[in-house]
């Protein structure tokens, strides 16, 4: 079954970089697009990039000068790298699958909790 | 940027008929989707492309409207639809959700 599983620190300190991760499976990421999104606590959803099927990359503007996104095909994983981390950036992380016929997102993963502070 | 508005909650009881709307500043023709989080966990597609029922989905949810008006629908509310419903559209990049409606059930 399809399945997404977001990892990483929960914590990172002010001015340090996060690193996520999402693992997915039962599907390839050749052939769907995964989506990364945040939630600040008791806030809506903030979209900020996704990971094309083809490898390539599209940013939201908001976080394009401190954000990358990249995938490692063979251990069906897509990363997530955000530098000069404020505590504006506390929130739950989330990966997502696109599904290319809609353009909704059918599954997501259970999200990931980070805190930045010191 | 596309800007999803919602009305920020409702309550309304079991039984009931409720609709959640969601106004986009410019037309995103049918490429609007919904979205059901309950506390605590992620948010789970309920309807794509503005009025498809995803599989699995109880058909007590509806959505329709195109352009720049869309609404869900829940006929009838049951106690476990508590919930926030968010509203996506998928026209144009940055992709966008409305900020959320809170529907409390009496």
């Known amino acids: 079954q399809v399945q997404l599983k977001e990892s990483g620190p929960g914590l990172v300190q002010p001015s340090q970089t996060l690193s996520l991760t999402c693992t997915v499976s039962?599907?390839?990421?050749?052939?769907?697009?995964v989506h990364w999104v945040r939630q600040h606590s008791g806030k809506s959803l903030e979209w900020m990039g996704r990971m094309w099927s083809d490898g390539d990359t599209s940013y939201n503007s908001a976080f394009t000068s401190r954000l990358s996104i990249s995938r490692d095909t063979s251990k069906s994983q897509v990363f997530l790298k955000m530098n000069s981390l404020q505590t504006e950036d506390t929130g739950t992380y989330y990966c997502?699958?696109?599904?290319?016929?809609?353009?909704?997102?059918?599954?997501w993963g259970q999200g990931v909790m980070v805190t930045v502070s010191s | 940027d596309t800007v999803l508005t919602q009305s920020p909650a409702l309550a309304v009881s079991p039984g009931e008929r409720v609709t959640i709307s969601c106004r986009a500043s410019?037309?995103?023709?049918?490429?609007m989707h919904w979205y059901q989080q309950k506390p605590g966990q992620q948010p789970t597609l309920l309807i794509y492309l503005a009025s498809n029922l995803e599989s699995g989905v109880p058909a007590r949810f509806s959505g329709s409207g195109s352009g720049t008006d869309f609404t869900l629908t829940i006929d009838p509310v049951e106690a476990d639809d508590t919930a926030t419903y968010y509203c996506q559209q998928s026209w144009n990049d940055p992709l966008t959700f409305g900020s959320g409606t809170k529907l409390e059930i009496k």
């Open positions: 410019e037309s995103v023709s049918t490429l």
């Open positions: 039962g599907f390839s990421l050749t052939s769907y697009s």
């Open positions: 997502a699958r696109n599904q290319p016929r809609t353009g909704s997102w059918d599954y």
